[in-house]
C-alpha cells in the first residue's frame, strides 16, 4: 500500500488523526440530556463543523432538528459538472455503561495494544475522521474531483429520527449521487467488507401494574397478583425454548446468502462462555443479519441490595426488536404491541409505547458505485477481494436517504469489526483500519468521478 501517493499522505496524517480523535472523544456526547449535559454534544458539533471549515468547506451549518438534537452539514464544491457524494457519520455516541469497568477512561482516548480506547472510537467519531483523512489524501494528490457534502448526526444512538425528520423536510440538502454511511464496519480486522442489508428496529417500553401499591409478601403474597411476576411471564412469552424471537404474527424471516459468520468465531467475537450454548436456529448469519431478535434491554425492578419483602405493583421493560429487510418496522410494532396484551397474564393491565423506529435496508450491490468501492478496496487491502455481509443493527437513515434519492448509490462502510466492542466497556479502534478504509475512501471517491 506503501506505493500509493494517497496511502502515503494517508500514513503521514495519521498521528494528527490520533490527536484529533483524542478531543472528539473527550466529549460526553451523549444525546440523552437527561444523563449528559447538552453543552457536551453541541461542544462535539461544533468541533465538527470547525473541522469542516478548516478543510474549505461552505456552508457549514448546525442543523436543529426535530429531536431537539444538532447535526453538522457542510458542502465541498468539486470541479464543474462532477458527480456529488454525501459522506455520513455521527458524533454522538452511547452512554459508557460501568465507567469502572473500562480499563481507561472512556473519554480519554488510550492506546493499548496496538488499538485506540474510547467511547466512539470506532462508532462513530472514527468515522468523522475517516472522512476528514480521506479528503485531505485527495487535497494533497490532486485535488478531491466530486462535490462533497458531509453530514455528522447528533442523535444516531437514540433512534429518535431528528436527522430524518429534518432531510424529509429539506429534501435537496442531502441530494447526492452516492452517499457512504460511515458506520458500518468490516467482517474483522483486515477484511475489507461493504454492509449490504441492515436490520430495522423497533423500541417499545412496557409497563404492568396490578396493584395500588406494594404489598407485604408474607400478608399477601401467593394471592396477590404481583406485576414483576406477570412482566416475567411476557418477556419469557417472546422467546421458543431455543432462543428464537416469537412474536405472535411475525415471520422467521429468511435465509442469508452473502458471506459466512462460522459458529465458533462468533462464539470468540461474542465473547460467549464456555459451555453456555448460542441461541436461535440456522446458521449465525441467518440468525443476526437476516431474521429477526428481540432483547430485552432494561427492567425497572427493585434493585437486590436494598429489596423489601414486598408483592410489586408496577414493573416495566424496554424492548428492542431487530427486524430484517422485507418485514415493515411499523407492522412488527404492532405486533408486538399486540403479542404484550395478548400474552399479559392474569388480567393485568398493560400499558405499551413506541419510542423509537427503524426501518431496513437492503442496498443494490450492483450499481457502479460498488465496482468503484471494490476496486478502491483492493488497492487499500493487498490481496483481499471486497465482501460484502449484513448487519444486525439498524441505521435508520439510510431508508430515510433510499426513499428521498431513490437513484442514489448507498454504501456502507467503517470502523466498527468485532473487536472495536462498540456500545459496551472498552470500545476500541484499530488504528490500521482507520488508514486502511481512509485510503479506500479516497480512492473511491477518484474512481466514482470517473466511473
Known amino acids: ?6 496511502a502515503e499522505t494517508v500514513a503521514s496524517l495519521m498521528p494528527g488523526a490520533r490527536a484529533e480523535l483524542t478531543e472528539l472523544v473527550a466529549f460526553k456526547s451523549v444525546a440523552d440530556f437527561g444523563q449528559f449535559p447538552r453543552s457536551e454534544s453541541e461542544g462535539a458539533a461544533n468541533w465538527v463543523a470547525d473541522a469542516l471549515r478548516a478543510e474549505g468547506f461552505q456552508d457549514v451549518a448546525l442543523l436543529d432538528t ?28 452511547q452512554p459508557p455503561l460501568d465507567e469502572a469497568a473500562w480499563t481507561t477512561p472512556p473519554f480519554e482516548l488510550t492506546e493499548r495494544d496496538g488499538r485506540w480506547y474510547g467511547r466512539g472510537a470506532a462508532d462513530c467519531k472514527g468515522g468523522v475522521i475517516m472522512h476528514l483523512l480521506a479528503l485531505r489524501a485527495l487535497k494533497a494528490n490532486g485535488g478531491v474531483p466530486v462535490h462533497v457534502k458531509v453530514i455528522a448526526e447528533g442523535s444516531e444512538e437514540m433512534g429518535t429520527g431528528g436527522l430524518e425528520r429534518y432531510a424529509e423536510e429539506h429534501p435537496d440538502l442531502l441530494e447526492a449521487d452516492a452517499i457512504v454511511i460511515g458506520d458500518a464496519g468490516n467482517f474483522r480486522v483486515g477484511l475489507p467488507t461493504v454492509t449490504s442489508t441492515l436490520r430495522g428496529m423497533t423500541l417499545v417500553r412496557v409497563r404492568i401494574d396490578t396493584l395500588e401499591g406494594n404489598l ?5 403474597g401467593g394471592a396477590a397478583p404481583d406485576a414483576l411476576g406477570a412482566l416475567i411471564r411476557v418477556l419469557d412469552s417472546l422467546r421458543a425454548q431455543d432462543g428464537s424471537t416469537t412474536v405472535d404474527g411475525l415471520t422467521d424471516g429468511t435465509s442469508w446468502d452473502g458471506l459466512s459468520y462460522d459458529e465458533a468465531q462468533f462464539r470468540t467475537d ?28 432494561g427492567i425497572d425492578c427493585p434493585p437486590v441490595v ?10 416495566r421493560a424496554l424492548i428492542s426488536l431487530r427486524v ?24 393485568a393491565r398493560v400499558h405499551s409505547e413506541q419510542i423509537g423506529q427503524g426501518q431496513a435496508f437492503r442496498a443494490d450491490t450492483s450499481s457502479p458505485a460498488y465496482q468503484a468501492m471494490a476496486d478502491a478496496m483492493a488497492v487499500a487491502y493487498p490481496g483481499q477481494d471486497m465482501q460484502y455481509a449484513g448487519q444486525g443493527g439498524s441505521i435508520p437513515l439510510c431508508n430515510t436517504l433510499a426513499a428521498l434519492y431513490p437513484a442514489a448509490e448507498i454504501l456502507l462502510i467503517g470502523l466498527s469489526e468485532p473487536e472495536a466492542q462498540i456500545h459496551a466497556v472498552n470500545e476500541s479502534v484499530s488504528p490500521q483500519e482507520l488508514e486502511r478504509l481512509s485510503v479506500a475512501e479516497a480512492l473511491f471517491l477518484r474512481n466514482y468521478a470517473g466511473s
Open 270 to 297: 461474542a465473547k460467549v462462555l464456555d459451555g453456555v450454548e448460542l441461541i436461535g436456529s440456522g446458521t449465525v448469519a441467518d440468525r443476526i443479519w437476516a431474521r429477526p431478535a428481540v432483547t430485552v434491554l
Open 324 to 347: 430484517p429487510p422485507g418485514v415493515d418496522a411499523a407492522e412488527a410494532t404492532k405486533l408486538l404491541q399486540a403479542h404484550l396484551e395478548a400474552h399479559t397474564p392474569w388480567g
Open 66 to 93: 426535530p429531536d431537539g438534537t444538532q447535526s453538522v452539514y457542510g458542502y465541498l464544491p468539486g470541479p464543474e459538472g462532477a458527480k456529488t457524494v454525501l459522506l455520513y457519520a455521527h458524533y454522538d455516541v
Open 1 to 6: 500500500m506503501s506505493s500509493n501517493p494517497v
Open 306 to 315: 436494598g429489596a423489601t419483602p414486598s408483592v410489586q405493583a408496577s414493573a
Open 216 to 220: 407485604h409478601s408474607g400478608q399477601f
